[in-house]
């Protein structure tokens, strides 16, 4: 047997069976960024939970496009309508020994009848923390989409 190989057993035998078929909670919530010229920074209600998330941004108003969450098996995926052009998919690949798991996410955009992938990112995320994905135009701002993974 070679050394790949036995490598391949040993991981295989030593893994968690809990920890592949234990399933997976993926969060999202969108939210339109916009420039109003306010003198502070204002959150539609119902953001209070993502809210930190966004402070960093060079924004003056949230307001809360959608938002959801669905547990899923490692290898399966789940799919959020955003509005009447966006959609997010994500599908987590892997976990960690430390919690960590990475997740593909990818936001497409229909447009005309035809959909096309607008952003494609796999990232490592730590359970309770939140991660943006933004940059994408809506209306008069911009989509930003705030992920996490469950704990």
């Keep these: 047997?070679?050394?790949?190989?036995?490598?391949?057993l040993i991981a295989a035998l030593?893994?968690?069976?809990?920890?592949?078929?234990?399933?997976?909670?993926?969060?999202?919530?969108?939210?339109?960024?916009?420039?109003?010229?306010?003198?502070?920074?204002?959150f539609e209600r119902g953001l209070e939970k993502v809210q930190k998330a966004l402070e960093g941004l060079d924004f003056d108003t949230f307001t809360r496009v959608a938002s959801g969450s669905e547990s899923v098996d490692i290898g399966d995926e789940a799919r959020f309508p955003i509005d009447d052009h966006y959609a997010l998919t994500m599908s987590p690949i892997s976990k960690s020994e430390d919690g960590r798991v990475r997740v593909r996410s990818r936001i497409t955009v229909t447009r005309d009848g035809k959909s096309r992938d607008a952003l494609d990112t796999t990232q490592a995320m730590v359970p309770g923390k939140l991660m943006n994905l933004g940059g994408l135009p809506m209306g008069k701002g911009e989509l930003v989409v705030v992920l996490s993974v469950g704990k």
């Design 1 to 8: 047997m070679s050394l790949m190989g036995l490598t391949v």
């Design 14 to 42: 030593t893994a968690d069976p809990n920890q592949a078929s234990a399933p997976v909670t993926l969060s999202y919530t969108a939210v339109q960024a916009t420039n109003e010229g306010h003198g502070e920074r204002r």
